[in-house]
């Protein structure tokens, strides 16, 4: 079975520069952390952006857990 192999994202090409650096074991799980804080960030930064757009409050935070 063949695939389309893809070209690298550029995050990829980053990570795979990250792994010939030879990172190691004991500082692994730091920068499994930083990835994770990161892309939390992202998330939360665009959830704040649609609360904004769609001008949600406290009432409607209320509302969706039914206080």
């Known amino acids: 079975m063949l695939t ?3 070209p690298l994202s550029n995050l990829q090409q ?3 520069k990250l ?3 030879g990172v190691p074991d004991d500082k692994l ?3 499994s952390e930083l990835i994770a804080k990161y892309l939390l960030d992202q998330a939360r930064n ?3 952006k649609i609360w904004i757009e ?3 409050g406290e009432g409607q935070l209320k509302e969706w857990l039914g206080k």
């Open 4 to 6: 389309e192999q893809l």
């Open 14 to 16: 980053q990570l795979l």
């Open 19 to 21: 792994y010939a650096a």
């Open 29 to 31: 799980e730091e920068v």
């Open 46 to 48: 665009e959830a704040d």
């Open 54 to 56: 769609k001008n949600y």
